[in-house]
């Protein structure tokens, strides 16, 4: 039997095979400049969201015009869990009648409450905070709008890598800007924010960190692919200047998790370059082999990375990094860090099996907070997206997020399987898990809408990878 040539996911974002809508490039720029300017921040009471939300709800019009039922089938694990998170979200914010929420943990306080100026029998949903969660519920166009404009659009992975490289060096050169002009400065995009510190398109400085570590990572793999198909020359300049400025970002910035994300990217990127250097594929026939990779490309990967290496020791040499210092001076923050773990471990035995709502956790922490925490500023977030899912959206939320964690480390090791995608590939995917997992532990970057937008684009390209790896049928 004859089998049908497969057809990889960047030919089909060809004009050759689709038929690319008119104003697809268009509606795609309108969604970075808007995600850019106005998403970088978790708050639900900005200004920006007031902008941000009926933007990107405008762009899913056409997205969702030109999606074909294709589309959504090659997406289906991604919509899939959207669709389930979504449903979930609805459900926490429909009323429900008083003897089914009064029973619910903590409810008790709110029936007194009612009881005591006279609104016995008002129906209440799961959410504590109704008009968060409905915020929260909304902001999920933000992830359906990133996959379903790349899907409809024919957003090829090179241009998403570019992207992401893109706002990288973006962030970092704002961020660099910022220092430069100091806490006053207009570059700050919001009220709330890290000033003295370069948090470019961000409001938290610990969030660009990390962003900037996740393109550097990012930019090698472009780098790789771009080495194979013989176009690195073209792009060359601006990896380079892009790696350059991120890392310099980072090292004037008094961000710890970002330091630290930096260095293990730096590494990963070593690697990486490393492998892309001595190993190389050549096609005879219908079988490939290995053999050793000397071209001039390859070679200048490898040194640029290696010059990051020796930039980034010469600051620490000189004891000019700013997050080194912070590492081995105390800081009041983090030990509230630790006092908050009895809390959350508190909030998350009371909540686990519903949540509470989510958006709700400011308004929830309140029940719980003991006078000895109590200081002039608040905590809006638990800084530990793990227990804070958990305790906003409970068991079902916790269900699903582990369902599709166990699919994405399920098709990087059938990514690994396949000779053909190149170790390098498996080190990236593997790395970013890493930096994203562990920043999660200590923060909420997927919180922001410019993180959701690009983690969705990286799990495209995910999937894409991974249609390679599954076998033809």
Known sequence: MIHPHRVSADQLSSPGVWRRPRLGQLWFRIFILAIALLGGSSRYDLVQNGLLLPIIALLLIPSLYHLQWSDIERARILFGFLGVILLWMAVQITPLPPGVWQALPKRDLIADLDRLVGLEGVWRPISASPFRSLHSLLGLMVPVAAAAIVLSMRITTRALLLCIVLLGCVNASIGLLQIVSG???????????????????????????????????????????????????????????????????????????????????????????????????????????????????????????????????????????????????????????????????????????????FGSFDVVYRLHEPTALLVPTYMNQAHNDWAQLLIEGGLPAL?????????????????????????????????????VMGFSLVDYPLRTPIYQAVSIWLILILQRDHEVALPVR
């Open 183 to 357: 806490s006053d400065s207009p570059l700050y995009m919001y009220a709330i924010s890290n000033r003295n510190a370069p948090s470019g398109l961000f409001a938290n400085e610990n969030h660009s960190a990390v962003f900037s570590a996740i393109c550097l990572v990012v930019t090698v793999r472009l780098a790789i692919e771009s080495r194979r198909r013989g176009e690195l020359g073209r792009l060359s300049l601006f990896l380079g200047s892009s790696a350059f400025l991120v890392i310099l970002a980072v090292l004037a910035g008094g961000s710890r998790a970002g330091f630290a994300a930096t260095l293990f990217a730096l590494s990963v990127c070593m690697l990486m370059a490393l492998f892309a250097f001595t190993a190389g594929k050549i096609e005879e026939g219908q079988g490939c082999k290995w053999r050793a990779a000397s071209s001039a490309n390859g070679l200048g990967i490898l040194i640029c990375f290696v010059a990051l290496v020796l930039l980034v020791t010469g600051f620490i040499a000189l004891e000019r990094v700013p997050a080194l210092r912070d590492l081995l001076a105390e800081d009041p923050f983090e030990e509230l860090r630790w006092s908050l773990l009895p809390i959350l471990t508190d909030m998350i035995e009371t909540y686990w099996l519903f949540g509470t709502g």
């Open 399 to 435: 269900i699903c997020l582990i369902a599709f964690i166990g699919w994405i480390f399920l098709s990087i090791y059938r990514i690994g399987t396949v000779k053909v995608l190149g170790v390098s590939v498996v080190i990236f995917w593997l790395s970013l898990c890493f930096i």
